[in-house]
């Protein structure tokens, strides 16, 4: 079993988006400062699609099916030429490839997407990223800095979500974002932007949807208006309330990643909504009826007890999977499921479940069922099972 670790204050308050690698983004600048070249516009707009998609599909590996140039061309209200030209210029520079899966579909794969995003990091380098409000693709913001040819204006915006994300972290409640700030010269915002005061202007005009801006220092000086500092502030629509209670995001993150694996090993065609329903089957059927096991307060290491038991399980059911395919292929040389692969999985967890909870201690499995009953009044679920 793996080892136990005890679990931190649940953070209240946190971005609502997708991740975006901290070291990707160092990647980028490493690129503009040893070749002389700035990314465009186009190849951002075309990043960010991708790390949506990922989002989407929750593919740990950087690795998407579904990704279709023309409809992000008309999601983000950008010509597909550009998106093309964007797409190429990743391509081409060793940000983006395309991959054929053993199963034979082909994909598209963020370079170091996977070695980015997980904890055992090379090279003395931490976990670390940023978070991209799912409202920034919602609006215009992405189309106005393509069509006025302004690569500078997301990185700027890139910086911000970096350092709005530590303020957040620290909230107790949605409505108090409106009390975090981020401010800038205007000198640096000209210097980082490559504009004049009143161009520096529209595009911060650009970004309403996402932050309230003030201009602070404001002196008028004949005809012209002068700036000393701008203040942003992160608007309610790029956070949301933590309603994962239990903490069992990450663990299913690391299932899964285990999971893609297996199929592929498999040689199994999957799509992302099968990877969805797995995880959701395990959710429901295992996690939500043991989310009331006490952790033990004294664990040290990795894991909690209860994630450590629920890690047992999973991979147990897993393995349990694959021995079985592999059986079958070595028999008839194909296998078909007969409903999906998530309703597959759905029956070896219920199946492996009532076995798995007789391994509970006495005293954590009666606190669980004594916890349950304090918070919905009824008949616990581990009792009926």
Not at 131 to 159: C, G, Q, Y
Not at 208 to 235: A, C, H, M, N, S
């Amino acid at each position: 079993m793996a080892k136990w670790r005890k679990q931190s204050k649940r953070q209240l308050v946190k971005m609502d988006g997708f991740r975006f690698p901290h070291l990707l983004l160092e990647d980028l600048r490493t690129f503009q400062e040893e070749s002389k070249k700035q990314v465009p516009a186009s190849a951002y707009a075309v990043l960010l699609a991708v790390l949506k998609q990922i989002h989407i599909e929750k593919n740990s590996q950087g690795k998407v099916q579904e990704f279709n140039l023309s409809f992000w061309s008309k999601k983000l209200h950008v010509a597909y030429s550009t998106m093309h030209a964007g797409r190429k210029f990743l391509e081409e520079h060793g940000f983006l490839y395309e991959e054929i899966l053993p199963n034979g579909l082909p994909v598209w794969v963020l370079a170091n997407y996977q070695a980015y995003t997980t904890p055992e990091l090379s090279k003395g380098h931490e976990l670390n990223y940023f978070i991209v409000p799912h409202t920034l693709l919602d609006t215009t913001i992405v189309a106005e800095f393509v069509r006025t040819s302004n690569p500078e204006a997301f990185e700027l915006v890139f910086s911000l979500f970096n350092q709005f994300r530590h303020g957040v972290a620290k909230l107790d409640h949605k409505k108090e974002v409106s009390a975090l700030e981020q401010s800038r010269t205007m000198k640096t915002l000209k210097e980082k932007l490559k504009k004049r005061s009143k161009s520096v202007r529209e595009v911060l005009a650009i970004l309403q949807p996402l932050f309230d801006i003030e201009y602070t220092g404001v002196q008028v000086r004949g005809r012209q208006l002068w700036i000393r500092k701008v203040v942003f502030r992160l608007k309610p629509e790029c956070v949301k309330e933590n309603t994962d209670e239990f903490h069992v995001e990450p663990l299913l993150a690391k299932f899964q990643e285990n999971t893609l694996y297996i199929l592929d090993g498999l040689k199994l065609r999957y799509k992302p909504r099968d990877l969805f329903d797995i995880m959701l089957s395990f959710k429901q059927e295992v996690l939500d009826v043991v989310k009331h096991l006490t952790d033990d307060d004294q664990a040290e290491g990795g894991y909690t007890y209860r994630d450590a038991w629920a890690e047992t399980l999973f991979f147990r059911c897993l393995d349990q999977f694959e021995q079985h395919i592999r059986t079958q292929l070595s028999r008839k040389g194909t296998f078909s499921f007969h409903t999906s692969i998530g309703a597959y999985f759905r029956t070896i967890y219920r199946r492996e479940l009532p076995r798995a909870l007789k391994s509970i201690p006495y005293d954590k499995m009666h606190q669980a069922k004594y916890q349950e009953y304090l918070q919905t009044g009824q008949v616990p679920a581990l009792h009926l099972i």
